[in-house]
Nanobody
Framework: QVQLVESGGGLVQAGGSLRLSCTAS????????MGWYRQAPGNQRELVAE???????NYADSVKGRFTISRDNAKNTVYLQMNNLKPEDTAVYYC?????????WGQGTQVTVSS
């Protein structure tokens, strides 16, 4: 059974930082592209950042220079370091990968940035 478990969300003031973690099980982690998505109320889910098995990264324009995605293959864990947070970053953040030809999602973790 493939499972993604996120942690690290919370309430932070604008300009603050948070680090999200996502631990995977049931997959060969070091072979998978891992991604972070977010969904704010009334909005579609959008890609925030992704990292390939080789460590190449891709970011949404809105978070470039502020967020950093990384992975620790020994721990089956992907991280999202979020700095200089803005109120518009408020959303539920989801970890994502593909397994057996299907997308897999974590349960989500709430990030709230107050102004």
């Amino acid at each position: 059974q493939v499972q993604l478990v996120e942690s690290g969300g919370g309430l932070v003031q604008a300009g603050g930082s948070l680090r999200l973690s996502c631990t995977a099980s049931g997959i060969t982690f070091n072979r998978n592209v891992m991604g972070w998505y977010r969904q704010a109320p009334g909005n579609q889910r959008e890609l925030v950042a992704e990292i390939t098995r080789g460590g190449s990264t891709n970011y949404a324009d809105s978070v470039k220079g502020r967020f950093t995605i990384s992975r620790d293959n020994a721990k089956n864990t992907v991280y999202l370091q979020m700095n200089n947070l803005k109120p518009e970053d408020t959303a539920v953040y989801y970890c994502n990968t593909n397994a057996f030809g299907k997308p897999v999602w974590g349960q989500g973790t709430q990030v709230t940035v107050s102004s």
